[in-house]
């Protein structure tokens, strides 16, 4: 079932859990993250950066992959498809319009006040069309899709400005990264409690990539109610395809190549539904 990640995210906030946000590539993983969880009865955003969108082929394919994937395969549980780090008011209106369910506006290379009027505008398009929307303040560091960004820690003043725009959710920066860390995280749980209490909005966890597991407990008892998660499904994938090719030297059927990920890619996943705590929560 395809929905906006409204209700999904009010009730993990509400039973102190945490909805995980998979980054989605192609069709194959999209199924995997599919089936996996709704044979654990979890519900799951996929996550689709603008790069993903460009390298399936376009908002619309993605939409109508993701649509006909839970179709085709009866998939039970509430899904919600999501634009991560849209990066203009247009290009978050275009995956509306493909019929994605959700879309973070990613605000963060603008001043405070241009990324709250630019906030608004989403959340004016989207609210009329029932789609939810998630905005960030503050400026998540690390390198994804080929983007690299310093680290800049949310203010609670900020984001108390950024959440009277009327956004659903809230992922302020608080010291997680894209991608992998050098050393260990630091994140600020005391700013993370405030902005949650303050706000009352459920918080969103980029970068859950090489976050101890103490610390992504300690994050959803602070008020995260989704994490997101992108590199290590990468990295358990990829590891168990370079295997794979490295023992069957004259292998070329493309789907065999891509399936010898798929049991590393569905551990990964469950692992991480068990620490999230969202086994059975659909
Ligand atoms: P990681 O790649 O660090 O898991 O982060 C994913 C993410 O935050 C997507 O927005």
């Known amino acids: 079932m395809l929905v906006n990640m409204k ?27 599919l089936e996996t969880c709704n044979e654990q009865n979890s519900p799951v955003i996929l996550g689709v950066s603008e790069g993903a969108a460009s390298y399936m082929g376009g908002y619309t394919v993605v939409s109508a992959i993701v649509a ?14 999501h634009l991560d780090h849209g990066s203009s008011v247009e290009v978050c209106k275009k995956a509306i319009e493909a019929g994605f369910t959700s879309v973070m506006f990613d605000g963060s290379k603008y001043p405070l006040e241009e990324n709250i ?51 659903d959710f809230l992922a302020p920066a608080l010291g997680s990264v894209h991608g992998l860390y050098k050393g260990e995280p630091k994140l600020n749980f005391e700013r993370m409690l405030e902005i949650s209490q303050t706000t009352e909005l459920p918080l969103v966890l980029h970068g859950g990539t090489g976050i101890p597991d103490e610390q992504i407990k300690k994050a959803i008892a602070c008020g995260i109610s989704k994490i997101n998660i992108n590199t290590e499904l990468q990295i358990a994938w990829t ?14 059927d493309p789907r065999k190549v891509i399936k010898s990920g798929e049991k590393a890619i569905k551990e990964a996943i469950k692992t991480k539904l068990e620490l999230l705590g969202t086994i059975e929560q659909k």
């Open 68 to 81: 006909s994937l839970i179709k085709e395969l009866n998939i039970e549980i509430p899904v919600a498809l």
């Open 117 to 167: 009027e630019m906030t608004g505008v989403v959340v004016s398009y989207a609210h009329q069309r029932n789609i939810t929307v998630e905005a960030e303040i503050g400026s998540i560091g690390g390198e994804e899709d080929g983007i690299a960004n310093e680290t800049m820690y949310a203010t609670v003043e900020g984001a108390i400005q950024l959440s009277k725009t009327g956004i």
């Open 239 to 252: 590891k168990a395809v370079r295997e794979f090719l490295e023992t069957d030297k004259n292998v070329y």
């Open 7 to 33: 209700e999904m995210l009010n009730k993990a906030k509400i039973e102190k859990y945490a909805v995980p946000h998979f980054n989605i590539n192609n069709l194959e993983w999209t199924r995997f993250i």
